[in-house]
T-cell receptor, first 114, second 108 residues
Framework: KAGVTQTPRYLIKTRGQQVTLSCSPI?????VSWYQQTPGQGLQFLFE???????NKGNFPGRFSGRQFSNSRSEMNVSTLELGDSALYLC?????????????FGPGTRLTVT | DAKTTQPNSMESNEEEPVHLPCNHS???????IHWYRQLPSQGPEYVIH???SNVNNRMASLAIAEDRKSSTLILHRATLRDAAVYYC?????????FGTGTSLTVIP
């Protein structure tokens, strides 16, 4: 079974631009979560989608948004990029939304904002 | 905000047991405790999870304190391939909380 895939793997953007990242979950997984990883703040939860609906949301500004499609693929968008948005963005999928779960992470998209 | 703390780094000799601690003082009674590990340039990899009692799988064991405010990931025989950053995490309410991570060095 193929793992979680994320595209692109690397991205360089300029401050003020916007960016869209893509995530394809493991086949059959309907829940997709997004995380931001930085050396200073560690792993921080952005949001979770299940069946095209945002189920949970972390403490990030409205510039960070996401969506999920009917095939469970997900995208996240960051508008008006700031230097502090430079990070590794990780996507994870799981089969449901229960309390006992295993998340499977993709390799991440490395975003650099200049 | 939930507080999940881990030591920054630990060392172990190869083929010896390793105990990686985590304090999750604000966890609630129904939150599962999960552990992941991350190798350089990779996404985190699931290791183990549990609720109250100790758990074992082919990778590791998880010991959970009776009050559930702390847990310990146990690698029974560390190998060089176990060198990674280990994260404890839990979902409380509508948020996923990750610890700061422990960088494990395995000495041959």
């Amino acid at each position: 079974k193929a793992g979680v895939t994320q595209t692109p793997r690397y991205l360089i953007k300029t401050r003020g631009q916007q960016v869209t990242l893509s995530c394809s979950p493991i086949s059959g997984h309907r829940s997709v979560s997004w995380y931001q990883q930085t050396p200073g703040q560690g792993l921080q939860f952005l949001f979770e989608y299940f069946s095209e609906t945002q189920r949970n949301k972390g403490n990030f500004p409205g510039r960070f948004s996401g969506r999920q499609f009917s095939n469970s693929r997900s995208e996240m968008n960051v508008s008006t990029l700031e230097l502090g948005d430079s990070a590794l963005y990780l996507c994870a999928s799981r089969s449901g939304t229960g309390v006992s779960y295993e998340q499977y992470f993709g390799p991440g998209t490395r975003l650099t904002v200049t | 905000d939930a507080k999940t703390t881990q030591p920054n780094s630990m060392e172990s000799n190869e083929e010896e047991p390793v105990h990686l601690p985590c304090n999750h003082s604000t966890i609630s009674g129904t939150d599962y405790i999960h552990w992941y590990r991350q190798l350089p340039s990779q996404g985190p990899e699931y290791v183990i999870h549990g609720l109250t009692s100790n758990v074992n799988n082919r990778m590791a064991s998880l010991a959970i304190a009776e009050d559930r405010k702390s847990s310990t990931l146990i690698l029974h025989r560390a190998t060089l391939r176990d060198a990674a950053v280990y994260y404890c995490t839990h979902k409380t309410g509508n948020q996923f909380y990750f610890g700061t991570g422990t960088s494990l060095t395995v000495i041959p």
